[in-house]
């Protein structure tokens, strides 16, 4: 049996205390550290493979006249820029081979409370957030309408050798 006398409640406490501390260290380097090497193998900031301008189109023929086409795996639409200037001038064109620096990607979150943004509103063409009703053009762009202070983020497109 211990003998009460080997440890005292002054330095129990005292001992208690710095493992506490150590390991309120140890979660705060830890969590530290794993931010030093994200994860972008999948889910936000990682590169997506939509698919060939064939089956966008196959998908959503509307887009080689300017309505976006909803890329789910990555929760965002993929604009064709010229052909969707044109839809929102009201003078529709179609473009069925966009180049790369002619598209845009937009994330569907919306940039105020990060609720998920519907598909363009055909009847004035914008895209409407459904919790506080910011609106943005065809772009992404905000409009003046809504809670939201800039518009909707936009990704890099590349376009592969293979289409």
């Known amino acids: 049996m211990l003998d009460p006398r080997t440890l005292?409640?002054?330095?129990?406490?005292?001992?208690?205390?710095?493992?506490?501390?150590g390991l309120l260290s140890l979660e705060f380097v830890g969590g530290s550290l794993a931010f030093l090497w994200p994860n972008i193998t999948d889910g936000f900031g990682a590169t997506f493979r939509v698919g060939r301008l064939?089956?966008?189109?196959?998908?959503?023929?509307?887009?080689?006249?300017?309505?976006?086409?909803s890329f789910s795996a990555a929760r965002s639409f993929l604009v064709n820029v010229p052909a969707a200037l044109a839809l929102a001038?009201?003078?529709?064109?179609?473009?069925?081979?966009?180049?790369?620096?002619?598209?845009i990607a937009l994330w569907r979150k919306?940039?105020?409370?990060?609720?998920?943004?519907?598909?363009?509103?055909?009847?004035v063409k914008r895209f409407q957030c459904r919790c506080h009703g910011s609106t943005f053009n065809i772009l992404g762009e905000k409009l003046e309408k809504g809670p939201a202070e800039r518009g909707m983020d936009r990704f890099a497109v590349f376009i592969e050798a293979d289409g």
């Open 8 to 21: 005292s409640r002054r330095s129990f406490m005292r001992r208690m205390l710095g493992a506490g501390v």
């Open 110 to 123: 919306c940039p105020h409370l990060g609720c998920m943004v519907p598909d363009l509103c055909e009847s």
């Open 89 to 103: 001038s009201g003078v529709p064109i179609e473009m069925t081979s966009p180049a790369a620096d002619e598209m």
């Open 54 to 69: 064939a089956d966008i189109l196959a998908a959503q023929p509307k887009f080689a006249q300017g309505y976006p086409y």
